[in-house]
């Protein structure tokens, strides 16, 4: 059974900073790690993934602002945000997929395993 565990959510002001970690227990099946995230009302969106060797991608909304990275060594994903500004404020989930799906649309079905979400709120 796969685990991802989010962590580093929290309460921020506008133009501030957070970085979030996502704990895997095994990504042996997953080629691409990625960040999504939900507003109240809203439907999930993705914001960035990164194929297991190196590539990444980051959604227009935040390019400029979130960064994408991981540490293989340890089985971390991290979403480095920057100049959070209230828009930004959603539950955060980290998530695995295997399909090529997963790279090209960013969409949610292509996923197969999720954390549980961390909350990032931008006043």
């Known amino acids: 059974q796969v685990q991802l565990v989010e962590s580093g959510g929290g309460s921020v002001q506008a133009g501030g900073s957070l970085k979030l970690s996502c704990a895997v227990s095994?990504?042996?099946?997953?080629?691409?790690w990625a960040w999504f995230r939900q507003a109240p009302g809203k439907r999930r969106e993705g914001v960035a993934v990164?194929?297991?060797?190196?590539?990444?991608r980051v959604e227009d909304s935040v390019r400029g602002r979130f960064t994408i990275s991981s540490d293989n060594a340890k089985n971390i994903l991290y979403l480095q945000m920057d100049n959070l500004q209230p828009e930004d404020t959603a539950l955060y989930y980290c998530?695995?997929?295997?399909?090529?799906?997963?790279?090209?649309?960013?969409?949610?079905?292509?996923?197969?395993?999720w954390g549980q979400g961390t909350q990032v709120t931008v006043s």
């Open positions: 990164l194929e297991r060797y190196g590539a990444t």
């Open positions: 095994d990504y042996s099946f997953s080629r691409y």
């Open positions: 998530a695995l997929g295997s399909s090529t799906s997963a790279w090209t649309t960013l969409s949610a079905s292509a996923f197969v395993y």
